[in-house]
């Protein structure tokens, strides 16, 4: 028996939803204010996934998303398909429902419509009933439309092109002692009953509700079918019910983890005799809800999924970090069931692991498939990482581990030496969140400085203050150049478990030098920290390479090596 070790997906996937269609499942995330927005995995086994594609190239709209709008865009997304078409519907809290269709989830998808504008509208699911009718369920963020803890539906056209019904209230958490932030619901059918499985309790530390009437108006009824209990998986809840080719049934759920993000896992769930899911692993067979279980067998593996006699099935019951992985068989290698994170830049297109925090522009980066990626040094840079759009990022992994990537360093290049026409800027390996810390170089006036700093909370900065400080004393790299022969920079950062960061640099072939004074990584907003690569110089004119040329930094291969 096979069994898988949770999260499945240990990075920042947040608001997961999931959809089968024949063998193949789909998952989509939100992904707020990156772009390309909206990602798009694939699996066969509900464990092993890939990252497939973006539905969203650039955020609606346009001109709004040009600049990083940290917390907002693309919140808490739907994906469904009906009639031979793909829907994904996802919220922007700023601005209103967006729907996109595609035949294939791998794309192309179609450019976003809007089918219900107002701000505060969020997390929508359709439900295309059996009458011919069409619901939209949503929820609502209180810091944009002054309420929340509340469900509401309204009936839509069939392609999800406009509203054509009214709208009502189906469940106020208000009404549900001690519900709170009732959001993200996912509306289904099932033997006769209308279900919504919404969370409730918030990011870190909510529960699973499921809600069922027998009219799509309700009034409806309600029971948390998963929670936290003995385990420690803070905040089990939001995500999707999927059926498994196999007939089993299964819910994922993410896990906020701070700097990693939210996290997706995988639980087996069941129907009770009394027409209630249960989620989770648990040994009392009478009980409504479920805790969030380490391990368990993989769908498809071990018979019914959460099944009876749990307290002689150790692979169902809730574990501890500590728990003996492998104890019963096979486990699904970690390392080889995450979407790669790797890069050779051997491509002439970005892969779909990458990201920036702004809606990007085509020169940006540029590909020849030479093994190295050139981003052009964009005059933007204000003294703070945040508030630059040409990031380009991905996830921080939530295992310990090691990034590592190169800048090249020559003359003729930005960042070589004797060339008095090399414009200023600064280029690396950032780790990316509320506050941040980079190593790479900094030119000034031609001269070339290794340095390592980190992000000064404004507040303690103020007006006039500084945005960066040196976690290491900087380092003249002009006499280390000495030839025209390109140096390669080697950049490394170091994750431990705790999200301490410790950087390293080296020149050439040469020994790693670690810097002493570390890092603790940080959460953005609404999303995990990232890993990124970035060149940008001083606000002003376009910046120039000494051919006249548009002015880039040259990235090597980008690596992930995790410890597990």
């Avoid at 728990?323 to 069931?337: E, F, H, M, Q």
């Avoid at 008095?420 to 000034?444: F, K, M, N, Q």
């Amino acid at each position: 028996m096979t069994t898988y070790t949770n999260p499945v997906l240990d990075a920042d996937w947040p608001d997961p939803d999931v959809v089968r269609v024949g063998d193949d499942y789909y998952l989509v995330a939100s992904s707020f204010n990156r772009a390309p927005g909206l990602p798009v995995l694939h699996s066969r086994d509900l464990v092993t996934w890939e990252h497939v594609t973006n539905a969203l190239p650039a955020l609606p709209p346009l001109d709004h998303f040009s600049l990083p709008r940290h917390g907002g865009g693309v919140w808490a997304p739907s994906l469904r398909h009906h009639d031979g078409t793909f829907y994904l519907t996802y919220p922007d809290p700023d601005h209103g429902i967006y729907v996109l269709t595609a035949s294939d989830p791998r794309g192309p998808w179609s450019a976003p419509h809007l089918l219900l504008a107002g701000r505060g509208i969020i997390d929508p699911c359709p439900l295309w009933d059996d009458d011919g009718r069409t619901y939209l369920v949503h929820g609502w963020a209180k810091s944009r439309s002054g309420a929340k803890n509340r469900l509401t539906l309204v009936e839509v056209d069939a392609g999800l092109r406009s509203v054509v019904g009214p709208s009502s209230t189906v469940v106020d958490g208000d009404a549900i002692p001690g519900c709170s932030t009732l959001e993200g619901p996912k509306m289904h059918r099932r033997d006769g009953w209308y279900w919504i499985f919404a969370p409730g309790g918030g990011v870190a530390t909510g529960w699973q509700y499921a809600f069922r009437s027998r009219d799509v108006r309700g009034p409806y009824e309600h029971r948390t079918v998963l929670e936290q209990g003995p385990s420690d998986v803070n905040g089990p809840h939001q995500g999707a019910w999927v059926e498994a080719t196999d007939g089993t049934d299964w819910f994922v759920h993410f896990q906020d983890r701070g700097p990693y993000g939210r996290v997706v896992h995988l639980q087996p769930m069941v129907w009770q005799p009394d027409g209630w899911p249960r989620i989770g692993a648990t040994t009392d067979d009478e009980a409504h809800a479920g805790n969030p279980a380490r391990t368990h067998a993989m769908p498809g593996s071990a018979g019914p999924a959460g099944g009876g006699d749990q307290a002689d099935r150790p692979d169902q019951v809730p574990l501890t970090p500590s728990a003996t992985r492998g104890a019963t068989g096979p486990v699904v290698d970690r390392a080889a069931s995450e979407p790669s994170r790797d890069d050779d830049f051997r491509a002439t297109t970005l892969a779909p692991r990458w990201h920036w925090q702004a809606n990007p522009s085509e020169h940006w980066a540029r590909l020849d498939g030479d093994g190295v990626v050139r981003l052009s040094i964009e005059p933007v840079d204000r003294g703070s990482l945040r508030e630059v759009p040409a990031v380009l990022g991905q996830q921080l992994p939530g295992t310990p581990h090691t990034a590592t990537t190169s800048l090249l360093l020559a003359v003729g290049l930005p960042g070589g030496p004797g060339v008095s026409s090399t414009p200023d800027h600064r280029a690396g390996l950032v780790v990316l969140g509320t506050a941040y810390a980079w190593i790479g170089i900094e030119v000034t006036d031609g001269v070339t400085h290794l340095v390592c700093r980190e992000s000064v909370d404004p507040d303690e900065a103020g007006d006039a203050g500084p945005a960066e400080r040196d976690l290491h004393a900087p380092v003249l790299l002009d006499h280390h150049l000495e030839t025209d022969a390109p140096v390669a920079l080697g950049l490394r950062s170091s994750t431990a478990a705790d999200g301490e960061v410790t950087f390293s640099w080296r020149l050439g072939p040469g020994p790693w030098q670690e810097v002493e004074q570390t890092f603790t990584a940080r959460e953005g907003r609404w999303i995990g920290a990232e890993l990124g690569l970035f060149a940008c110089g001083p606000v002003g004119p376009p910046a120039l390479d000494a051919s006249g040329s548009s002015a880039r930094a040259t990235f090597g291969p980008f690596s992930v090596n995790l410890a597990l």
